[in-house]
Each structure stands twice: as C-alpha cells, then as structure tokens.
C-alpha cells in the first residue's frame, strides 16, 4: 500500500518505501509522486490557532503591494484570534540594512498593524531575523541529506550553464541534468577528499503533478518533470530562500500563508521540502497584483509607490489602511468608507478578487479627504491650524481666525498639506490674472465696471466694512440691498463680486470667504510671509484697473491669426 503523506488539503503519495540508506542511487531517481487536493482547508482555520506572518526583505522602502498584504494577514490574523508575526528576511546580506528594517517597522507601525511576535517584541518562536536562525537550516539540511532527500552537488558554475545551453537547444525546460543524483559513493568520496566547493541539491521525482487548492485562486497545479532537482544550500553554506522559509513557517506553526501570487510558482519546491521534513502544510492564499493604471505592474515609474512616500505627502494611515484594503476585496456592498475595527469585523480570505487591482491615486486622495472630514471637529480644526502655524502662513492669535478659516475651507481639503495652499489662496488676490484669462471674458463684458463702481462706492463710505464687521449676517443684509441698487441678482450679482472680492472666479462660500477675508486684516493673526493682500489694498489695486481698455482688448481679433493659402 502505498504511503499518504500530507495536510488534509493537500497529499503527495509515493511509491512503497524503500529505507534511504538501502536505495541504490539510480532508483532515488525514479520515484513517482501523484499529489492530488482532498478536504480543502478550511478558510476560518477552524482546525487550530490561527498564525500568518509578513516576512518583508529589508532591501528598500515599504511598497504598497507589501504594506496590502501585510493588512491581509493582519486582518485575517484579527477576525480570527490569531497571531500575526513579523519575520525579517534579511539572508541577502549584501543588500539588506539596519536602516531598512527601521523604516519597515516604523511604516508597519504607522499603519497600525501591531505585531504580536517579531523582532522588536520577541516570541517563543524567535529569533525572527533569518540572519539569526542559520543554524535551524543546516540541521534541517543535515536531516535531508541523512533521509536521501537531497545530495551534494559538486558541479561548477560552466558546468550548470552548460546544462542550461544544452535544455535551450533541446527546447527542454532548464532542469538539473548532471550526474551527482547518481552519483557512487566513491564518486562523491574523491570530491570531498579533493576540497571541491558543493551545494545540497533536493531530489525531485521525476514523474508526477503537485495539486493545492489556494484558499484565493482555487485548484493549482504543477507537473513535477518542469522541476528539476534544485538547491536549498549553496556552496558558501548559505540557505536558499524556499529553503529557509519552508523552514521558518514550519517552526513558527504558520497556519496560514497570505503571500503575494509572485510567489505562487515558489509553493512547488515548499511543498516538497514540507513533505521531506515531515512538516504539515499550511493553507495557502495567493494576492493579486497591485496594478498600474495601464494594467502593467505598478512601479516607481508610476509615482510614488512606498508608504513612506505617502505618509511624507500627508496621507493619513486610516486612508491607506481602507484604500488598500479594497484592492482586492468588498464586504459585497456598496460602502467604501471601512475603520481598521470595521475591516477587522467584516474581512474574509474568501472575499479577496483573484483579479488584478489598479491603483488609483486619485481616488486614495479622495478617501484621503473624506477620513480627514470624519475627525471630531475639534480635532480637525487643531490639525489645520498646527499646520498653518508650522509653515508660517499663521501666529498665534485668540481670534478664532484658524477655527473659521478650517470649517470654510476643509470640504476642500484633501490632504493636511493642502491646507496650507488652500489658506494662501484665500488670503492672495490675483485679480489682473483672472481678468486677462479667457474664463473671465464673459464676466468683464457683463458691465464688470459698473459693479466695480457701486463695491468701490461702498468701501469708501465704510458702508461694506461695517456689514463685514458684524460677520455673515451683516454681508448677507448688505449684498442683498446692493443687489437691488444694481437690479442684479443670481449669478449675474455673485459672480461679479466673488472677481472683485476676492480676485477669482472660483472658491468656497462667497459670503464667509469675504467675512474672513475682512477678519484676517484685523485679527492679527495672519503673518506678513503669508503674501495676504488686505482690503485697503484689493480696492487700490482694483481703482487702477483700466475697464475701457480690458474691455477693448478682449474685443479685438487675434494679432496672431493663421495667414490663409495663396
């Protein structure tokens, strides 16, 4: 009978065993294996505890794709009772640094993806840096070689590239072909006594398929022969990557592997060491993609694309954590606004899109801004005016002047950085600009100057300053009598005064627009760097303007008109 071996989801089943150690060298080559999914795991990991883990390089700045599938894992770890582990993977010695393992915590943290073992915070299951573990993975590759498993391989680089030109002209698949599989004992005897360099080689059957059932892409499979006999060692006595995270996720009792779908071509070689070591399988659920907006894979060329960036631009770590939670899944409704609690009630692995996901950073800005209008009132108004203070445009003032500034500009405010330009346009007046653009054309041929001359006549009586002294009531009572002087209302009345007042076409509420504009040239509380033009000087500048000519000059045909044909 031949012999089962496997997780309940998955099982490899061999041919009737022979002891290792009795195997002639050429029958280790011809072991069949049939794998085949059976009871899929459960989804829920109501078969034990819960465990996943994000296990990032340090090699660079957090991606967003890595930050989305640490959320996964977190939230599946959180709406199950799990534990969620952090392992850095840092056998990259040449490219892995200290820094870049800081900046990933510092990110991970920021995002609010609290870890419950790693290498800050410890475990029973450490250390969590692989650098620190080299010693687990030559015991386990010890235990192989002792089973038969793997064997060493004393074949030089042009030897290897040599096979890989051989398989080309062949049009065969570039799998292991030399001879040390085979090799006698005295063979291999005569290389070691010479000194030369070898890696442990895994032994892969050469007939067969491996079947999983991914809890995210469904079925897979592979057939074995594309394989080829791989290294888990190299000649330096480094541990190879599949090696050591087969290693890693069997001893920490990974229950579950959230992983990117890059890495899905990686489970074949994993499920074979699992099964050598006797190790049981974990779930696996492989994640889509993170896609650019012409559907190829997002990268730097693309903007920004780190979370480090992100947090530097102003986003808000509830923005990311909601925005990048829906790349890939919906709780089936119509709702996108999700808290990390919500998400954490409502996540399942089996509501996650196999499909690729675009990144859409106008639409992250977007949830930017409506994560920021969801903060108390009192918190938001405290986030504009630090901000306002911190880059000069405010001082400090008991005016109240930040708290009416922020509730008149915050619905269009996106990002806390652009609190600062939205403050600046208000305060600015570019009104020889907006008059000499061609959106503005209409508005000057509407009798522009005859509005200009009833506003200048109010200024100057202080008939307009005193409605602005009593706040929006006052300009409400007096732009409803002005309206009627000049037998405008509507649009034909706002829009001339919103040129004049403030010298744009477009902006915030007109009426507490113009009332604020009054109260920063008297509160105190706006500095001189802030490039605000007050009253006194808008209605100097708008004395000078020359109505006949502006007029005269929008009338008259392009000087640079197209010649015609001959």
Same mark, same amino acid.
């Given at each position: ?5 496997? +997780?309940?989801? $998955? ?15 050429? $029958? ?9 999914? +059976?009871?899929? @795991? ?54 892995? #640094?200290?820094?870049?393992? !800081? ?57 290897? !590239?040599?096979?890989?030109? #051989? ?55 592979? *057939?074995?022969? #594309? ?23 069997? @001893? ?9 779908? !890059? ?135 008991? +005016? ?6 922020? !509730? ?19 305060? +600015? ?75 744009? $076409? ?18 105190? @509380? ?7 033009? *007050? ?25 640079? @008109? ?5």
């Amino acid at each position: 009978m031949a012999a089962a071996m496997g +997780s309940p989801w $998955l099982r490899i089943r061999l041919l009737p065993e022979v002891p290792p150690r009795l195997l002639r060298p050429h $029958l280790r080559r011809t072991l069949s294996v049939r794998a085949s999914a +059976s009871a899929s @795991a459960s989804p829920d990991g109501a078969g034990g505890p819960v465990r996943v883990r994000f296990a990032p390089s340090p090699t660079g700045n957090l991606h967003v794709g890595g930050a989305r599938t640490a959320l996964f894992n977190y939230l599946f770890a959180r709406s199950k009772g799990g534990k969620f582990v952090l392992r850095i993977e840092d056998t990259d010695l040449e490219r892995s #640094t200290k820094k870049s393992e !800081e900046a990933l915590l510092s990110d991970l943290a920021w995002l609010g993806l609290d870890w419950d073992e790693g290498p800050d915070v410890g475990g029973e299951f450490g250390p969590y840096r692989q650098s620190e573990r080299n010693s687990m993975y030559k015991q386990y590759a010890e235990k192989l070689m002792e089973s038969g498993a793997v064997y060493r391989c004393f074949c030089s680089s042009e030897e290897l !590239e040599q096979m890989k030109e #051989t398989a080309k002209q062949m049009q065969l698949p570039p799998v292991y072909m030399g001879k040390w599989g085979t090799a006698s004992d005295a063979e291999i005897q005569q290389e070691l006594e010479k000194g030369t360099p070898y890696t442990y080689r895994f032994r892969v059957p050469k007939e067969g398929s491996l079947k999983i059932n991914d809890l995210i892409r469904g079925e897979v499979s592979w *057939n074995l022969d #594309t394989l080829g006999d791989f290294v888990i060692m190299r000649s330096n006595g480094q541990p190879v990557y599949n090696f050591c995270v087969t290693v890693d996720d069997a @001893a920490m009792r990974i229950s579950h592997v959230i992983r990117a779908e !890059e890495h899905l071509p990686n489970t074949l070689r994993q499920a074979l060491i699992y099964k050598a070591l006797g190790f049981p399988m974990p779930s696996f659920a492989h994640v889509s993609l993170i896609l650019a907006p012409d559907r190829s894979k997002l990268s730097k060329r693309h903007g920004a694309t780190s979370v480090g960036q992100y947090k530097e631009m102003g986003y808000l770590p509830q923005a990311m954590v909601n925005y990048l939670a829906l790349l890939g899944w919906g709780d089936g409704t119509e709702n996108e606004f999700f808290t990390i609690d919500d998400l954490v009630e409502k996540f399942t692995i089996n509501r996650v899109n196999k499909s690729g996901a675009v990144f859409d950073a106008v639409k992250l800005k977007w949830m930017n801004g409506q994560h920021l209008r969801s903060f108390p009132p009192d918190v938001l108004i405290k986030s504009f005016e630090d901000r306002w203070k911190d880059t000069g445009i405010l001082q400090e003032s008991e +005016s109240g002047f930040a708290k009416e500034a922020a !509730e008149l500009l915050k619905d269009g405010i996106d990002l806390i950085t652009d609190a600062d330009a939205a403050l600046s346009n208000l305060l +600015s007046y570019p009104l020889h600009a907006t008059l000499s653009s061609d959106e503005a054309k209409s508005v000057v041929q509407d009798k522009l100057s005859e509005v200009a001359s009833g506003l200048i006549s109010a200024y100057d009586s202080g008939e307009l300053c005193q409605a602005l002294a009593e706040g929006r009531d006052g300009w409400q009572k007096w732009v409803k009598i002005f309206g009627k002087s000049l037998k405008r209302k509507g649009k034909s009345l706002f829009m001339p005064l919103r040129v004049l007042l403030t010298g744009k $076409l477009h902006g915030p509420d007109m009426g507490g627009t113009v009332v604020l504009i009054h109260k920063a040239g008297t509160c105190g @509380a706006v500095t001189q760097q802030s490039g605000f033009v *007050n009253l006194d000087e808008r209605f100097r500048i708008l004395k000078e303007v020359e109505w006949e000519s502006l007029v005269q000059e929008q009338e008259s045909p392009a000087e640079t @008109a197209v010649p015609a044909s001959p």
